[in-house]
């Protein structure tokens, strides 16, 4: 448990190097809008990132504050239902972020289990790199 710990806050601490404030999780949110081609409901949200909708609300807020996200007033008095979808802010950040490899990678980090944190590490590092230099 340790480790993973230690393994958030290495994330954390590399995104915030580079953007001053993004988070893994407020990351994961966005990927999450971008992979329904880049609007989506709160409630998809929470449930791919298997938290609360107040949990994510939160993340919401302060990445509609930062620009990154919009989030539209519920349609037809359904507060029940609320829309969110990426700038063109939020969408430039998620396309600087590498592409999944699979594979014969995937495979390895399956019979190896201990490589998926050495593995994400680099991913976020490859991720953080491409952003800078794209500034």
């Known amino acids: 448990m340790y480790e993973l710990l230690a393994f958030k806050k290495s994330i954390d601490t ?4 580079k953007y001053g404030h993004l988070t893994g999780r407020q990351f994961l949110v966005l990927d999450v809008v971008a992979s329904r081609g880049g609007s989506a409901t709160l409630t998809e949200v929470a449930h791919a990132n298997q938290c609360s909708t107040q949990a994510a609300r939160a993340f919401v807020n302060v ?3 930062e620009g990154y996200l919009i989030v539209f007033e519920p349609k037809d008095g359904d507060k029940r239902r609320i829309d969110i979808a990426l700038t063109e802010e939020g969408e430039r950040l998620v396309e ?13 980090i399956e019979e190896h289990p201990d490589a998926l944190i050495t593995n994400a590490s680099m991913f976020f590092e490859r991720w953080a790199s491409a952003a800078f230099a794209s500034r």
Not at 14 to 17: G, Q, Y
Not at 97 to 106: N, S
């Open 14 to 17: 590399i995104l915030r190097t």
């Open 63 to 65: 990445l509609q504050d």
């Open 96 to 108: 600087l972020c590498p592409t999944e490899d699979k594979g014969e990678h995937a495979m390895a």
